[in-house]
């Protein structure tokens, strides 16, 4: 393949003597291709993501302007060629006096090397797929559909598409070839009249043929048949011949499949708008078939009576066996419609991109299945019988391919797979969407525990959502995650004019996990060679992060995504993961709205060092009695007690008592104090009456057991000189039940915080 730098292309078709040329700005970005034509491609072919300059050498002739083409402002005989992502055929649209009387055909190639394999297996492997689910029992095939090749060109293209896909293939060719280089034989039988004195085995027909054969000769009078009363012998008389032969039933089916893939190639092509991409993809087809068939073993070939299906040889010998596939999937490819291939080549393009998405679909689906062992759902949802025929319902959108109930062996989780599931922006918090705008990743995988509806799950925070997007273009993992500097970023944002996408494909996955609620993590595929984890905390989700899936079908890279998909099943496993928290607290929180009262507005220490848990609504404030008499006991031991027992005025322990990080006091007549000391140590101690004696308590104990805090002074400037009214709070009692402890949130304490 020889690169150009500019190409010429020969338009007598249309005029004598008119000429497009075309420049490249870019080395190795320009080509003419010998066998362009075998690949159903246009000659002469320009790369995806450059621009070009092109010129007519006639004034009176221009091309249509539009996103790809954009002529000079002033000589509309010159312009500029910028395909951007487009890949396949391009047909230039050629216009005189501003009418269109024709189309130039020239070739975009992807970027990648390898992509014509690329797009015959990845369509390959979606018409299998479509095909074995026609094979399911409970499949809607019940009539017989006929190709109608009245259609239009588009609609047969779609068709012919799947059939090219089985057919013309280099599997599909060597399994020929490995037939007619050795094809099964059996003996076969020929009669044929041979010289009796050449004859070495007589059979009972052959003494028959002794006795009463015709042009018969006398026996010499000696001769020693004479005595079994035989006077004469014939000349001749019939022989068995056996011989190698290949008209076997299995070499019949081989022959019946290829004639009737040439049908069909042939009627395709006679339906086909002449020098369109359909009628030069079937009509090279229909050579290569042509030419399987013109080999000389098919010549000795008869026609079959029957089709012998449950042959051994065809069953399980080699280039039988395919050929016998190909045959079965073929009369259901015919058959299929695929709206969503308007996608795919559509108008003769080649959206590699696209197709790499819809085949991603298939290849995620059969790895779930065989992960989560659940069946995807009823094969109505996908393939549907239409007046087209059968339509493959995949098309860009919103599809549960699988849903079911998966048993870890502890726990028993919900699964559901969709492709292009929408997240809508219109609601809001708790329900299912998104933040933002309405966001629609390629694929979700949604889990939840069992038991739960979907819709509760998102609710309570229960449900986990794990996005992937399909990055075809992508070729280096590396470039993708680089750090960008500002010139790289400048760069960035002229490529994406230009329909180049690097950082935000990156992007993209950030946008899914923090617009989506409830999202676990989101992961580019790509066809590379390397995958990469970014973990949010800790876990393997949250995360971002990328997983190679190449559309080979000896080496897909997809073993690392499964050993992802099998870790994730493994933290769902694990109820004290850090993200089961995370989800709770989020639910915790966020559940009820706040309320304008829950608002705390008053100077407080900042949340940092020792107090980096002081959040108003979850520090709880011990209120307390204490006498007179006591108060420099408790401030110089640092110690404060609180009666035990079943008796009015005893502390009763409940989580805010238990958990208090301060202690206010007051004693009898202050309903104003600011006498707040820091609760040192998680909960009380119990000291029995003699410890406190010990301990110099200044009074005599009267209960056999205390509750003791180990309390100190506050140092916070925040907390200093402050003074609360705590008659304000609900839980405060008037006259002698003033004495009794009892707890309340800092938050409630600021509101009574006397200006």
């Given at each position: 393949m020889?690169?150009?730098?500019?190409?010429?292309?020969?338009?007598?078709?249309i005029e004598?003597?008119?000429?497009l040329?075309?420049?490249?700005?870019?080395?190795n970005?320009?080509?003419?291709?010998?066998?362009a034509?075998?690949?159903?491609?246009?000659?002469?072919?320009?790369?995806?993501g450059?621009?070009?300059?092109?010129?007519?050498?006639?004034s009176?002739?221009?091309?249509?302007?539009?996103q790809?083409?954009q002529?000079?402002?002033?000589?509309?005989?010159?312009g500029?060629?910028?395909?951007?992502?487009?890949?396949?055929?391009?047909?230039?649209?050629?216009?005189?006096?501003?009418?269109?009387?024709?189309?130039?055909?020239?070739?975009?190639?992807?970027?990648?090397?390898?992509?014509?394999?690329?797009?015959?297996d990845?369509?390959?492997?979606?018409?299998?797929k479509?095909?074995?689910l026609?094979?399911?029992?409970?499949?809607?095939?019940?009539?017989?559909?006929?190709?109608?090749f009245?259609?239009d060109?588009?609609s047969?293209?779609?068709?012919f598409?799947f059939?090219?896909?089985i057919?013309?293939?280099?599997e599909?060719?060597?399994?020929v070839?490995?037939?007619?280089?050795?094809?099964?034989?059996q003996?076969k039988?020929?009669?044929?009249?041979k010289?009796?004195?050449?004859?070495?085995?007589?059979?009972?027909?052959?003494?028959?043929?002794?006795?009463?054969?015709s042009?018969r000769?006398?026996?010499p009078?000696?001769?020693?048949?004479?005595?079994?009363?035989?006077?004469?012998?014939?000349?001749?008389?019939?022989?068995?011949?056996?011989?190698d032969t290949?008209d076997?039933?299995?070499?019949?089916f081989?022959?019946?499949?290829?004639e009737?893939?040439?049908k069909?190639?042939?009627?395709?092509?006679?339906?086909a708008?002449?020098?369109?991409r359909l009628?030069?993809?079937s009509?090279?087809?229909?050579k290569?078939?042509?030419?399987?068939?013109?080999h000389?073993?098919?010549k000795?070939?008869?026609?079959?009576e029957?089709?012998?299906?449950?042959s051994p040889?065809?069953?399980?010998?080699?280039?039988y066996r395919?050929?016998?596939r190909?045959?079965?999937?073929f009369d259901?490819?015919?058959k299929?419609?695929?709206?969503?291939?308007?996608?795919?080549?559509s108008?003769?393009?080649?959206?590699i991109?696209?197709?790499?998405?819809?085949?991603?679909?298939?290849?995620?689906?059969?790895?779930?299945k065989s992960?989560?062992?659940?069946?995807?759902k009823?094969?109505s949802?996908?393939i549907?019988?239409?007046?087209?025929?059968l339509n493959?319902?995949?098309?860009q959108g919103?599809?549960?391919?699988?849903?079911?109930?998966?048993?870890?062996?502890?726990?028993?989780?919900?699964?559901r797979f969709?492709?292009?599931?929408?997240?809508?922006?219109?609601?809001?918090?708790p329900?299912?969407?998104?933040?933002?705008?309405?966001?629609?990743?390629?694929?979700t995988?949604?889990?939840w525990?069992?038991?739960?509806?979907?819709?509760?799950?998102?609710?309570q925070?229960?449900?986990?959502?794990?996005h992937f997007?399909?990055?075809y273009?992508?070729?280096?993992?590396?470039?993708l995650?680089?750090t960008?500097?500002?010139?790289?970023?400048?760069?960035?944002?002229?490529?994406?004019?230009?329909?180049?996408?690097?950082?935000?494909?990156?992007?993209?996955?950030h946008?899914?996990?923090?617009?989506i609620?409830?999202?676990?993590?989101?992961?580019?595929?790509?066809?590379?060679?390397?995958?990469?984890?970014r973990?949010?905390?800790h876990?393997?989700?949250?995360?971002?992060?990328?997983?190679?899936?190449?559309?080979?079908?000896t080496?897909d890279g997809?073993?690392?995504?499964?050993?992802?998909?099998?870790?994730?099943?493994n933290?769902?496993?694990?109820?004290?993961?850090?993200?089961?928290?995370?989800?709770?607290?989020?639910?915790?929180?966020?559940?009820n709205?706040?309320?304008?009262?829950?608002?705390?507005?008053?100077?407080?220490?900042?949340?940092y060092g020792?107090?980096?848990?002081?959040?108003?609504d979850?520090?709880?404030?011990?209120?307390?009695f204490?006498?007179k008499e006591?108060?420099?006991w408790?401030?110089?031991?640092?110690?404060?007690?609180?009666?035990?027992?079943?008796?009015?005025?005893?502390?009763?322990l409940?989580?805010?008592e238990?958990?208090?990080?301060?202690?206010?006091?007051h004693?009898?007549?202050?309903?104003k104090?600011?006498?707040?000391?820091?609760i040192?140590?998680t909960?009380?101690?119990?000291f029995?009456k003699?410890?406190?004696?010990?301990?110099?308590?200044?009074?005599?104990?009267?209960?056999?057991?205390?509750?003791?805090?180990?309390?100190q002074?506050?140092?916070?400037k925040?907390?200093?000189?402050?003074?609360?009214?705590i008659?304000?709070l609900?839980k405060?009692?008037?006259?002698?039940g003033?004495?009794?402890?009892?707890?309340?949130?800092?938050?409630?304490?600021?509101?009574t915080?006397?200006?």
């Amino acid at each position: 393949m020889e690169s150009k730098p500019f190409v010429i292309i020969n338009l007598d078709r249309i005029e004598v003597g008119l000429q497009l040329t075309i420049d490249t700005k870019v080395d190795n970005t320009l080509f003419v291709l010998s066998d362009a034509l075998e690949n159903g491609e246009a000659e002469h072919q320009l790369v995806e993501g450059f621009s070009y300059d092109y010129e007519l050498n006639n004034s009176s002739y221009a091309l249509a302007k539009d996103q790809i083409i954009q002529p000079h402002s002033r000589k509309s005989y010159l312009g500029t060629i910028s395909p951007n992502i487009y890949v396949g055929t391009l047909a230039l649209p050629l216009l005189k006096d501003d009418k269109e009387i024709g189309k130039i055909s020239v070739e975009v190639r992807s970027v990648k090397a390898n992509y014509r394999n690329e797009y015959r297996d990845m369509l390959e492997l979606i018409t299998e797929k479509c095909t074995d689910l026609l094979m399911q029992a409970n499949s809607p095939v019940s009539h017989n559909f006929e190709t109608d090749f009245d259609k239009d060109n588009e609609s047969l293209y779609q068709k012919f598409a799947f059939i090219k896909s089985i057919i013309a293939t280099d599997e599909f060719a060597d399994s020929v070839h490995r037939i007619v280089s050795s094809p099964v034989t059996q003996w076969k039988e020929t009669l044929e009249q041979k010289d009796i004195r050449n004859i070495r085995r007589f059979k009972n027909s052959n003494i028959k043929e002794l006795i009463a054969g015709s042009n018969r000769t006398y026996l010499p009078e000696n001769h020693y048949l004479h005595q079994y009363g035989i006077q004469s012998i014939p000349g001749k008389i019939t022989s068995v011949r056996k011989s190698d032969t290949v008209d076997t039933p299995e070499n019949r089916f081989v022959k019946f499949a290829l004639e009737s893939f040439l049908k069909f190639c042939s009627d395709i092509n006679k339906k086909a708008t002449k020098e369109s991409r359909l009628f030069y993809e079937s009509g090279l087809l229909e050579k290569e078939l042509e030419s399987f068939l013109h080999h000389s073993v098919f010549k000795e070939i008869s026609r079959p009576e029957t089709l012998m299906l449950n042959s051994p040889v065809l069953q399980r010998k080699e280039g039988y066996r395919e050929v016998l596939r190909v045959w079965l999937m073929f009369d259901l490819a015919a058959k299929l419609v695929w709206k969503g291939g308007d996608d795919v080549y559509s108008g003769g393009k080649k959206d590699i991109a696209t197709l790499y998405e819809y085949w991603l679909f298939f290849k995620l689906l059969d790895l779930f299945k065989s992960i989560f062992e659940i069946e995807p759902k009823e094969i109505s949802e996908l393939i549907k019988e239409t007046a087209d025929g059968l339509n493959l319902q995949l098309k860009q959108g919103n599809h549960t391919a699988l849903i079911g109930i998966f048993n870890t062996g502890t726990r028993q989780l919900n699964i559901r797979f969709n492709y292009n599931r929408s997240f809508s922006g219109q609601h809001d918090y708790p329900f299912s969407g998104s933040w933002t705008t309405t966001m629609r990743p390629d694929y979700t995988l949604s889990f939840w525990p069992f038991g739960i509806s979907e819709k509760d799950a998102e609710l309570q925070e229960l449900i986990v959502h794990i996005h992937f997007d399909a990055k075809y273009k992508i070729a280096n993992l590396t470039d993708l995650l680089k750090t960008e500097t500002i010139e790289d970023l400048e760069k960035e944002k002229d490529e994406n004019r230009k329909g180049i996408y690097k950082n935000a494909d990156l992007l993209k996955m950030h946008a899914y996990k923090d617009a989506i609620r409830r999202t676990g993590g989101a992961y580019v595929l790509y066809p590379g060679d390397t995958s990469i984890m970014r973990k949010g905390f800790h876990e393997i989700i949250p995360g971002l992060g990328a997983f190679p899936v190449r559309p080979s079908k000896t080496d897909d890279g997809i073993g690392e995504l499964k050993e992802f998909i099998l870790e994730v099943i493994n933290h769902f496993v694990n109820r004290a993961s850090q993200r089961e928290k995370i989800a709770y607290r989020t639910y915790d929180v966020y559940r009820n709205k706040p309320q304008k009262e829950d608002e705390v507005n008053e100077s407080l220490p900042e949340t940092y060092g020792e107090n980096r848990n002081l959040i108003p609504d979850d520090t709880y404030i011990l209120v307390g009695f204490y006498k007179k008499e006591n108060i420099d006991w408790i401030i110089n031991s640092g110690l404060y007690n609180a009666r035990t027992d079943s008796s009015r005025g005893s502390l009763r322990l409940g989580p805010g008592e238990a958990g208090a990080k301060f202690l206010l006091l007051h004693t009898t007549d202050e309903t104003k104090t600011g006498r707040l000391l820091r609760i040192t140590e998680t909960g009380p101690r119990v000291f029995s009456k003699q410890t406190l004696i010990d301990k110099g308590y200044p009074t005599e104990p009267s209960q056999n057991y205390y509750l003791v805090y180990k309390i100190q002074e506050v140092t916070d400037k925040e907390l200093i000189n402050q003074e609360w009214d705590i008659t304000l709070l609900d839980k405060y009692k008037q006259g002698h039940g003033s004495a009794l402890p009892f707890s309340v949130t800092l938050t409630e304490l600021m509101k009574t915080k006397v200006k």
